[in-house]
């Protein structure tokens, strides 16, 4: 295996570090990396042929219209937070094909943009653990003393508690249910300090931080007590 075979695993390694869970149905793409290198590998056989390119070529364009699709089914039934989690596996999942399709390219002497993509996988992938690292940060004790927990949202309920960092990556911490449903929100993680006045925060993935809940989306399913 040379340098550039090892570059390449060891990014595809790292995206799917920031995502794959086999507790939560993510563990097909565990064949990503084998497959990278048996690209890399027989890139020379193939350099002949053009189908190889011409397939990946037509999943980059399936791809992305299913990637365009779901944006646009996003922001009409305002689902938000399950629309990030589609924007992350699915340019994720692009820019490794084109990953691939660069390394086949690579072999005809043309311009294979290989570092960047690369970039943006190793780019989702630290987006991902620093969200884990910064939610994980809120736990414990605040300031005077009181005992808080992160929470995330089964079905209807905050049932979940998040103590491992492992849980607390983007795609996983992100539910499809994150979005306004008849007269109540559910939030994909919440902050719950007890005390007189019970204190609820949100958290933002974009700012990577915990926001207040606006008095006015509060409700009877946000959690009281911590398990």
């Not at 799917?16 to 086999?22: I, P, T, Y």
């Not at 507790?23 to 890399?40: C, K």
């Not at 605040?142 to 995330?152: A, F, N, T, V, Y």
């Amino acid at each position: 295996m040379t340098l550039k075979h090892f570059f390449v695993l060891t990014v595809v390694l790292f995206w799917l570090s920031g995502w794959v869970s086999v507790d939560h149905g993510y563990a097909f793409p565990i064949a990503l990396p084998a497959l990278a290198v048996l690209v890399q590998l027989g890139a020379s056989r193939v350099a002949h042929r053009r189908w190889p390119e011409l397939l990946l070529n037509l999943c980059s364009v399936l791809l992305l219209l299913k990637t365009i699709l779901f944006v646009l089914l996003g922001l009409v039934f305002k689902i938000e937070a399950g629309l990030e989690v589609w924007l992350f596996l699915d340019v994720g999942a692009l820019a490794y094909v084109r990953l691939l399709v660069g390394i086949l390219r690579a072999q005809h002497g043309q311009g294979s943009r290989t570092v960047v993509y690369a970039a943006i996988l190793g780019s989702l992938a630290i987006w991902s653990w620093l969200s884990a690292f910064a939610l994980n940060a809120h736990r414990g004790v605040d300031l005077e003393g009181r005992m808080s927990c992160i929470l995330k949202p089964i079905g209807f309920e905050y049932s979940e508690e998040l103590d491992s960092l492992w849980d607390m990556r983007l795609p996983i911490l992100a539910s499809f249910w994150n979005s306004t449903v008849d007269d109540f929100e559910l939030f994909h993680a919440v902050l719950f300090v007890p005390g007189g006045t019970p204190e609820h925060y949100n958290w933002s993935k974009r700012h990577l931080r915990f926001e207040p809940i606006d008095p006015a989306n509060q409700d009877a399913f946000l959690p009281q007590a911590c398990p």
